[in-house]
């Protein structure tokens, strides 16, 4: 199995209907990798779970500003192009 080479490669991103999971492919958490942080879409909060590597955090901060820049937008969750509205603003 490959090791992840940079900060880039360790960061899993997953994007799913209620927000976005930051976790740390180097480490485990019960069969999976580590959860870091969790981006809520409704109400774009950022929550970094302790013991997030400080290397890593501010990748993950600099991500979900991107994100949290785009409040009242829709974003795609989906590969069949469902969408939710950024910060929970309705249309």
Known sequence: ?????????????GIYPCG???????RDEHG???????????????????GCPTELQKRIKADAAIIQSKRGEQF????????????GVKH
């Open 1 to 13: 199995m490959n090791q992840p080479t940079s900060e880039l490669d360790r960061l899993f991103i």
């Open 20 to 26: 976005i999971v930051y976790a740390d492919r180097l």
């Open 32 to 50: 999976d990798y580590a959860r870091l942080a969790f981006l809520d879409f409704e109400t774009l909060s950022l929550d970094i779970k302790a």
């Open 76 to 87: 795609q969750v989906s590969s069949s192009n469902q969408t939710v509205t950024l910060g």
